[in-house]
């Protein structure tokens, strides 16, 4: 069952909030960021935060990170992060197709995701995101980041 949920530009109080998601949940627990890696990642300079909300009763449910010009000068997904309590209902999905609508035009829209991260891979997979390279012991010595591409009209 699919809640519904608006997406927005992320308020000033709306980073603690995602940091706290990013940092107690994967892959960013594996990946070894903890808090204040978090914040500044959502900080990083030339980034945007958007907010997914219930329709119903406003509550936070997840988060996309995006940089407008992040890989190659394409659009590139830097972070999605979904609520433990609303994973699986659509929340991740509504986040993918905002950043499609917010690019749509600019021909590529890339984004990484970690070889131990088989459900957000089935995520990219089922939006048409197709994989086209890897970078191996990126981030963690014994995974790789897979890089994946969607083409955007």
């Keep these: 069952m699919e809640i519904p949920v608006y997406v927005a530009a992320a308020a000033?109080?709306?980073?603690?909030?995602?940091?706290?998601?990013?940092?107690?949940?994967?892959?960013?627990i594996t990946?070894?960021?903890?808090?204040?890696a978090c914040r500044e990642a959502l900080t990083r300079?030339?980034?945007?935060?958007?907010?997914?909300?219930s329709r119903e009763n406003d509550?936070?449910?997840?988060?996309?990170?995006?940089?407008?010009?992040?890989?190659?000068?394409?659009p590139y997904i830097a972070s999605v992060a979904v609520a433990a309590e609303v994973r699986g209902q659509g929340v991740g999905s509504?986040?993918?197709?905002?950043?499609?609508?917010?690019?749509?035009?600019?021909?590529?829209l890339f984004l990484l995701v970690s070889s131990f991260?088989?459900?957000?891979?089935?995520?990219?997979?089922r939006h048409g995101y197709e994989f086209v390279g890897?970078?191996?012991?990126?981030?963690v010595?014994?995974?790789?980041?897979?890089i994946f591409h969607k083409g955007l009209q």
């Excluded at 991260?117 to 997979?125: F, T």
């Design 94 to 108: 509504e986040l993918l197709r905002f950043a499609e609508r917010r690019f749509a035009g600019r021909g590529h």
């Design 59 to 74: 509550l936070r449910a997840g988060f996309i990170l995006l940089a407008p010009y992040g890989l190659a000068a394409s």
């Design 31 to 36: 990946l070894g960021r903890d808090l204040e």
């Design 134 to 139: 890897k970078l191996e012991d990126y981030c």
């Design 12 to 28: 000033p109080d709306d980073y603690a909030w995602c940091a706290s998601l990013m940092a107690s949940s994967e892959p960013w």
């Design 45 to 53: 300079p030339g980034s945007e935060l958007f907010v997914a909300r």
């Design 117 to 125: 991260n088989h459900h957000a891979q089935r995520l990219y997979r």
């Design 141 to 146: 010595p014994g995974h790789s980041e897979l």
